[in-house]
Each structure stands twice: as C-alpha cells, then as structure tokens.
C-alpha cells in the first residue's frame, strides 16, 4: 500500500515549457486534491476532483488544468510554464471533503527559470 | 467560509522542554480539526483530530491538543520536545457543511529546536 505518490519529484522548466505532475493513489479515495505550497502563504488549493471525470477550481486555478481520467490518477498540466509557478506542488487525497483527513504525497518541486 | 489562524510564524523551544503552538479558527458551527507536521523536504504526516466528545485529543509522535469552542482554539502541545520534532505544523479545519474544496490550512509554524 504506496498510499499517495507523486511524479516526478523535482523538475526544471523555462518560461513557456509545458509539463504534467502525476499524483496516483491507491486507497480508492473519490476525492483528490492539487496544492501549491510557497513560503509564508501555506497550502493553497489550486484544484480538486469529487471522482472520477470531475474536476473544480480551487483557490489558485490560473495557469493550470487538470485531468482525472481514473479514479486512482489526478493530472495537473501546465500548459506554459511562468516564474510565478515556482513552487512545491503537493498531491492529497480523501475519503470525504471537510470531514476526513487528507492523505498527501511527498510533492513535487518545480522551478521555473 | 471557515478560516484558520497561527499566530506564531517561528517557534524556537530548547530540547526537553515543553511544547505549545497555536491555532484559532473561525466556523460557525461544529469544526471538524487537525494538526498536520510536514518534515524538511517531506510531505505532510497527520498527528491528531478532533471530530467530537472528548475535548483532549491524543495524537502520535507524543502530541496532544485540545479544542476549546469559547476559545475558538485547538492548541497543539507536548511535554517535552526532541530535536527531531524540529519541522513545520500546519493546523486545518474542516466542515460538515458540504462542499468538496476540502480542509482550509493555517500558514503554518515553525519549530526549531535549541540544543
């Protein structure tokens, strides 16, 4: 039982590129969840997905899309990569919202130079 | 909409003593808590919640907190601290509600610990 992984684990861009982050769990949660963490702001929910093939904003959803194909993967896609979306990017999933802790992976860190 | 508050952005407490971080949120009615810790370069690990009864939650790792409704507070805290309880805490809070954005986050506190 892996829980929640993420990949890749680090990654380099430059302005413009385009690149996924793949979050993948293995607990049969419905609920997933898409975080950007930067210093002194917190967690900040970019995106989140009730179950498979839905998708919703978050708190932060410019510049980002989002896929959820199956149950167990949740895609973030950055279609063209800027500085602003320097940042550790943390998966997590959950039973149900609100009322059961979230499950997150070890994250992703992406620099955008 | 609810929200979470941790007043302390640094916390330096020397090893052995003891630990208090803290944590207001605002929700009208019954909060659903937690307490997360995220190590260097980890990602974040549960510690405890609080959902209903007893208002003195035992978590892992030695860590306790407690919810207090006048206070709109839910203070984490330990005994006695080690060196590898140096990390960054995150208090959340949840809603029974309805809506599926998930938990609200604190900004965090940042635990160092002195020799």
């Known amino acids: 039982n892996a829980g929640v992984t993420q990949t890749p684990k680090f990654r380099v861009l430059k302005t413009g590129q385009s690149m996924t982050l793949l979050c993948a769990q293995d607990?049969?949660?419905?609920?997933m969840y898409w975080y950007r963490q930067d210093p002194g702001m917190g967690l900040r929910l970019i995106h989140y997905s009730v179950g498979e093939g839905t998708t919703a904003k978050g708190e932060v959803p410019d510049g980002y899309n989002v896929s959820r194909l199956k149950k167990q993967n949740f895609l973030l896609g950055l279609e063209s990569a800027a500085p602003s979306q320097t940042s550790v990017y943390f998966c997590a999933s959950s039973i149900r919202p609100r009322v059961f802790e979230q499950y997150f992976g070890p994250g992703t860190r992406l620099t955008v130079t | 909409a609810q929200s979470v508050t941790q007043p302390d952005i640094h916390i330096t407490v020397s090893e052995g003593a003891s630990l208090e971080l803290r944590c207001n949120y605002s929700y009208g009615a019954t909060p659903y808590l937690f307490w997360y810790v995220q190590s260097p370069g980890q990602g974040l690990q549960l510690l405890l919640k609080y959902f209903s009864g007893d208002t003195l939650v035992q978590g892992i790792k030695g860590f306790e907190a407690e919810f207090k409704r006048s206070q709109s507070s839910f203070n984490l805290r330990k005994p006695s601290v080690h060196w590898s309880d140096a990390a960054e805490y995150f208090c959340a809070v949840g809603a029974s509600g309805g809506g599926a954005d998930g938990l609200t986050f604190g900004k965090g506190t940042h635990l160092i610990i002195q020799p």
């Open positions: 607990m049969n949660h419905e609920y």
